[in-house]
């Protein structure tokens, strides 16, 4: 029996994490891995594996090519994971990092994911004109102010919170001059510091509108499945359980913000205390250890890490 001090919940990073390399070599290592780069290859019609291997970097920064890379690259761990009978009792991911833990639940299937997020990063750079965008990344300030700094810096605008990352992160995005307002108006506030963020638009808000009514089209045409396992979505940060309403938070999540520290909250909530990030990068492992230091997250996206993460579980259950 399961007891709640033995719940896993796998988590999956989101664009941002991708690095020149990343998956090669638990993809030399482990036929399953290769197999889903040659799947993810197949699937969009062009080498995405030498672009993960090998890179230019400048080629997989492009949203288009991140987001497939590291769904791709998530996507081939968590399959070495469950070859290795290291199974979870949630999944969660962070924005784009969704698509990965609803094909690790088996609500998508791996080429429909594939293909869905690479349209996705190519409607979201589509949305808005290249620089009339801006993110910021605000460090201690809570969501109240945060939010009252976005409206009085809007002054017509959008300026929007977007990421609800952890309590010591929220980042903001809206139009590239209101962004700009909103950062010295959270340092004049308190805030310990604001920065704009080196992204390529402004994620998660209301100027994404025409991303997310392309993308709901794409997503009508898909086969969504009951998930596996309970997935917390990031648009409401609830647990999600059945088909339809995932298709529906995939949707909502282009313009919603992504409620990441509720939804690990949410986890804590039902009796998880061991999270695993896997993929490429430690971007959740960080935010974990400002949302909550007690609990353990180990991560997954090369050998060593693997090695470690299973040596973990091996001894727990020693």
């Not at 997310?212 to 009951?226: E, G, N, P, V, Y």
């Not at 009796?271 to 230091?293: A, S, W």
């Amino acid at each position: 029996m399961t007891t709640p001090q033995s719940l896993i919940a796998f988590l999956f990073p989101g664009q941002g994490s991708q690095s020149v390399g990343m998956g090669k070599e638990l993809a030399e290592r482990y036929p399953i891995a290769q197999q889903t780069f040659d799947e993810a290859d197949e699937a969009l019609g062009f080498k995405l594996s030498r672009l993960c291997f090998d890179g230019p970097e400048e080629q997989l920064r492009l949203t288009e090519n991140t987001q497939p890379a590291i769904l791709t690259a998530s996507v081939a761990a968590w399959r070495v994971l469950d070859e290795k009978g290291l199974k979870p009792s949630f999944v969660a991911g962070h924005s784009l990092g969704e698509y990965s833990a609803h094909v690790a639940a088996g609500t998508l299937n791996f080429a429909d994911a594939a293909r869905t997020v690479r349209n996705r990063g190519k409607y979201m750079q589509e949305a808005v004109p290249v620089g009339a965008g801006a993110m910021a990344a605000v460090l201690g300030m809570d969501l109240e102010k945060v939010t009252a700094v976005c409206r009085d810096a809007a002054q017509g605008e959008v300026c929007e919170p977007a990421n609800l990352n952890s309590p010591e992160q929220i980042v903001i995005s809206g139009d590239a001059a209101a962004v700009g307002r909103a950062t010295k108006l959270a340092d004049e506030r308190g805030a310990k510091r604001a920065m704009i963020l080196p992204v390529s638009a402004p994620f998660h808000c209301s100027l994404m509108k025409p991303a997310q009514d392309r993308l709901a089209a794409d997503l009508r045409s898909l086969t969504f499945r009951k998930p596996a396992v309970p997935v917390a979505c990031n648009v409401d940060a609830v647990m999600i359980d059945d088909a339809d309403s995932t298709r529906d938070a995939l949707v909502r999540q282009v313009t919603g913000a992504v409620k990441w520290h509720p939804s690990m909250r949410l986890l804590m909530e039902k009796g998880v205390r061991t999270f695993v990030e896997v993929g490429p990068g430690k971007v959740l492992c960080g935010l974990m250890r400002q949302i909550d230091r007690a609990m353990t997250c180990l991560n997954v996206g090369d050998e060593v890490s693997l090695r470690k993460t299973l040596e973990h579980f091996a001894s727990v259950s020693a």
